[in-house]
């Protein structure tokens, strides 16, 4: 294991980037992210995990991306761009009326765009020799993908947004004549796309920077799939099981579990992993050496797929209807530590866990995560419950995938009655120690209270747990599309109150 998952205990928040406030209509890498920084120091937590921070994807998506290496342009601040000159305050001058507690992706989009394309233009004209220079060598350096992203993105944007393999087939089949004429045509609009993960990759190493100055490390997140409409398929066709016309013949899913009756039909093409392992892995190797540049550790998402994964035929409806398939195992790892080093990853172990998954984390050392709100739906063996915990663990009360604590407490959870949430609550408050009475009130700290003080070496708190809100500032539903990841922090929120006490809890169990 790595310094950055074997080091002393440690407490943290999750928080995504497009929930900080923000007047541009989404969370940016501006001053509000800085202030969260400055909150996460002043209340001694030292982990600030978030959800991938690449591109969305169908549904608005962060895991289901149209590229694993690039930045989310979205979150670039118009607020920065105007401090380096790029953007003037006319261009700032007509700021739509976005809502302040979701995210309107569409109008944010749009904006957005228009806003990148107007600092790209001055950049174009102003630019001084120094600055063009940095953007060249910035783009030599992530040529690997950066080149086939641009490509993507600005023929995806003349054929109407639509998927990839719906393209005329010469640029769905990337024959080098076409490639070659398409980006003599359209320079300029394929490297406006450069010029956006430019302007990422400045932002984000200034923030990254400033908050690992102030003792906070980046807790990513990286998704085990990548989608079928993206770049990387669309560039590696024969690392996945494709057809000839680049459509999947099998896909990715989770069988009927606590999220979903019939599953999780997640759409993602399976990769060949006979093909990673004749190349050396080179693909992965990539992938991974490129989040180890954006973050301190990582959360390997559906960390079981590595071991055995389950593959449905891309023709069904659901992911009932899907087999067991033997995954790389321990081969990837090995190489990826040949390769790269120590990687400090955590492994997502939700859902049924077999052995072979298990065996698989303690042969590499790799922590697991708890979940707080699973634990009250058994007895006092539950796993999930903190007297059960072994310390190399990340603890959290629930993820992005959870309502909130408050949600659980007060909503009906479909795929349990009323006598089981009744029995879940009775044991959550004898659990806990809430008082009669009080007990919403008191759910929020008194369960963060019992995973701070257990051996879990690290715990990470939803910032909607912290704040003790309700079902609406659910980040997401596993199995649905509308309504996701759109919820934003209210300014001022955290205040000194909240950090004070936070502070004061972290102290007390020794995770300052």
């Known amino acids: 294991m790595s310094d950055s998952t074997s080091s002393s205990r440690a407490s943290g928040l999750l928080l995504h980037i497009t929930s900080l406030p923000s007047r541009f209509g989404i969370g940016d890498l501006g001053p509000e992210a800085y202030r969260f920084a400055d909150f996460m120091a002043e209340s001694k937590q030292t982990l600030?995990?978030?959800l991938p921070l690449v591109p969305t994807g169908y549904g608005y998506s962060p895991y289901a991306a149209p590229s694993t290496y690039a930045g989310n342009a979205m979150l670039i601040s118009p607020d920065r761009l105007l401090e380096d000159g790029w953007l003037t305050r006319e261009d700032l001058g007509d700021i739509?009326?976005?809502?302040?507690?979701?995210?309107?992706?569409?109008?944010?989009?749009?904006?957005k765009m228009g806003l990148l394309r107007t600092a790209w233009d001055r950049f174009s004209r102003?630019?001084?020799?120094?600055e063009k220079d940095?953007?060249?060598?910035?783009?030599?350096?992530?040529?690997?993908?950066?080149?086939?992203w641009a490509l993507f993105e600005?023929?995806?944007?003349?054929?109407?947004e639509k998927e990839w393999m719906t393209w005329t087939p010469e640029l769905r089949d990337r024959e080098p004549s076409a490639m070659l004429a398409y980006q003599d045509k359209h320079a300029d609009r394929i490297a406006m796309r450069k010029f956006s993960q430019y302007l990422f990759e400045q932002q984000w190493a200034d923030l990254k920077t400033y908050c690992n100055e102030r003792g906070v490390r980046i807790f990513g997140d990286l998704p085990i799939y990548v989608a079928q409409d993206s770049a990387d398929v669309w560039a590696n066709r024969h690392l996945f099981t494709l057809q000839e016309d680049g459509y999947p013949t099998?896909?990715?899913?989770?069988?009927?579990?606590?999220?979903?009756e019939t599953g999780q039909r997640w759409g993602n093409p399976l990769y060949r992993w006979d093909s990673m392992k004749a190349s050396g892995y080179a693909w992965w190797t990539s992938r991974m050496a490129r989040i180890m540049e954006l973050v301190d550790l990582v959360r390997l998402d559906h960390f079981r797929g590595f071991e055995?994964?389950?593959?449905?035929?891309a023709s069904e409806e659901t992911a009932i209807n899907g087999s067991w398939r033997q995954g790389p195992g321990p081969d990837l790892f090995e190489k990826l530590e040949e390769n790269l080093g120590e990687v400090p990853l955590i492994a997502e172990n939700l859902g049924v866990i077999t052995d072979g998954v298990t065996n698989l984390m303690q042969r590499f050392d790799f922590p697991g995560m708890a979940i707080l709100q699973f634990a009250f739906d058994s007895d006092d063996t539950n796993e999930f419950l903190p007297h059960n915990y072994d310390e190399p663990l990340v603890a959290y009360t629930g993820t992005h995938d959870n309502d909130t604590l408050m949600g659980w407490w007060t909503e009906t959870a479909s795929t349990q009655n009323a006598d089981q949430i009744a029995r879940a609550k009775a044991y959550c408050t004898e659990y806990l120690g809430l008082e009669e009475g009080k007990e919403a009130e008191q759910l929020p700290w008194k369960a963060l209270e019992a995973l701070m003080k257990s051996v879990a070496r690290f715990v990470v708190?939803?910032?909607?747990?912290?704040?003790?809100?309700?079902?609406?500032?659910?980040?997401?539903?596993?199995?649905t599309t509308d309504n996701n990841w759109k919820w934003r922090l209210a300014p001022g929120a955290l205040d000194a109150g909240v950090g004070a006490r936070l502070a004061s809890l972290t102290e007390e169990t020794g995770r300052a």
Not at 126 to 130: K, L, R
Not at 136 to 147: G, I, N, R, T, V
Not at 250 to 258: E, Q, S
């Open 154 to 160: 600005t023929i995806k944007s003349d054929h109407e």
């Open 126 to 130: 102003s630019a001084s020799p120094t």
């Open 250 to 260: 099998t896909i990715a899913g989770v069988p009927p579990d606590y999220f979903s």
């Open 96 to 111: 739509p009326d976005f809502p302040a507690d979701f995210v309107q992706f569409e109008g944010v989009s749009a904006y």
């Open 134 to 148: 940095a953007f060249d060598a910035f783009c030599q350096q992530h040529a690997s993908w950066l080149e086939d």
């Open 308 to 313: 055995a994964y389950w593959e449905v035929p």
């Open 461 to 479: 708190t939803p910032v909607q747990d912290l704040l003790g809100l309700g079902a609406d500032a659910r980040m997401n539903t596993p199995g």
């Open 48 to 50: 600030w995990q978030m």
